[in-house]
């Protein structure tokens, strides 16, 4: 089994929680070591994995210099929640737990009341009340009652299901545009005496998916997230702390790789349904499978695919700590079995989804380094044109609360 994420360490769900703590919000922990601030912006860009800002960083130089300016015991890097995608991890980064507590355990999964598979992102089902699904509060809700807290990010996640579920508390702030984004962003900051900001940036990662992480569509974004933060340094409260990270990373999966495994008969034998991501699938078995069933199936797996999968239980994934601590109604909405990619494969099941889902180029989900580990970048705002100050300083003094 892959190691897990270092939840309660060094994990996406301890960003918001030592951010809310540098602040001085009670009940809190500053896991990350940030420095104590009045004012923190966190800049979350969907699909920025380690890798790929290592790999890239020529076409980000506002960023790379923040690198070079060091940033003390702030960690430069973190685990991505399990599975790797959005959902998961942008629940973990809203709440501060693991899945096994929030429930979002991966892009769609079953839901056992209903006995079908729901969607945890953009299309979910009208059977699904978010908060009772996720019904743990949030950071900003805890947060709320001792400074500002707000959103920005575009208009059409004001109100959605993922909000509502895991990011919910505070302020929405929209902007189509991102320089409409960074200029809500400052203003809100200045008329605050005290504040905890998210700002999401999505480009990046529906960039990757269409075109792929190594084209020059990526890249592209990848400038634009740089000139992003770029002006958030600039017009942000001198001093305020500047926390960059993703969700997830990406690798690109060739289209010769990119499999429907349901046209196999042996690798969906007695399986009920299936959900999950391309790189992460969920198998749930009839009922009455047993053991017996579970054990043929891993085997198909097996014998089909070799050392490019990993394939295990349920079981063994709560065991391993895949998931963290399993709060008891989210056990049954983990697969029987899971099966996780580890080289460059995708899996569908196109019973299910549409035929286009087969040409998303950029892909993650899986417990790869490419997929699982995400930068974390930390500095203090200017308040003026000009290059980042060095964290470091700052962050050595950061008090552990």
């Known amino acids: 089994m892959p190691a897990s994420p270092a939840y309660g360490e060094r994990s996406i769900a301890e960003v918001l929680s030592s951010a809310a703590a540098s602040l001085g919000v009670p009940g809190f922990q500053n896991r990350l070591n940030l420095p104590s601030a009045k004012h923190v912006c966190v800049v979350l860009a969907d699909g920025l994995g380690r890798q790929l800002l290592k790999q890239k960083i020529a076409h980000t130089p506002f960023l790379r210099s923040v690198l070079q300016a060091g940033q003390g015991a702030v960690p430069v ?78 208009p059409r996640f004001s109100d959605s299901a993922m909000t509502q579920a895991a990011l919910r508390g505070g302020r929405f702030l929209a902007g189509t545009t991102s320089h409409a984004r960074t200029a809500a962003a400052a203003e809100a900051m200045a008329g605050a005496d005290s504040s905890l900001m998210y700002f999401y940036v999505h480009e990046l990662d529906k960039a990757g998916h269409r075109y792929g992480c190594q084209s020059p569509q990526w890249e592209h974004q990848l ?19 500047v926390l960059v990270t993703g969700d997830h990373g990406m690798l690109d999966v060739p289209e010769s790789q990119r499999i429907d495994y349901s046209a196999e008969p042996d690798l969906i034998a007695g399986v009920r349904h299936t959900a999950g991501e391309p790189r992460m699938v969920h198998l749930y078995l009839e009922d009455g499978a047993g053991d017996a069933g579970r054990l ?16 295990f239980t349920r079981e063994e994934a709560v065991a391993a700590g895949l998931f963290g601590e399993v709060r008891g109604p989210v056990g049954p909405r983990i697969g029987d079995i899971m099966i996780a990619a580890r080289d460059a494969l995708a899996f569908y099941d196109t019973r299910r989804v549409q035929a286009r889902a087969l040409e998303v180029v950029g892909q993650h989900g899986s417990l790869t380094k490419a997929e699982r580990e995400i930068p974390l970048l930390c500095f203090a705002a200017e308040g003026k044109p000009g290059g980042p100050k060095a964290a470091g300083k700052a962050a050595n003094k950061a008090p552990r609360r």
Do not use: K
């Open 77 to 154: 890097w973190l685990d991505a929640a399990f599975p790797s995608t959005t959902a998961a991890s942008l629940a973990s980064f809203g709440t501060g737990l693991a899945a096994g507590q929030h429930g979002m355990v991966g892009y769609d999964v079953l839901d056992p009341d209903q006995d079908r598979v729901v969607n945890m992102l953009g299309n979910w089902d009208d059977g699904v009340d978010p908060q009772l699904w996720q019904p743990l509060p949030t950071v900003f809700e805890r947060a709320a009652g001792h400074v500002d807290v707000s959103t920005v990010a575009l």
């Open 296 to 311: 043929r199936l891993l085997e198909a797996w097996q014998a089909r695919f070799g050392d490019r999968i990993w394939a």
């Open 223 to 241: 400038e634009e997230l740089d000139a992003t933060v770029r002006r958030l340094n600039a017009t942000l409260p001198a001093g305020t702390t």
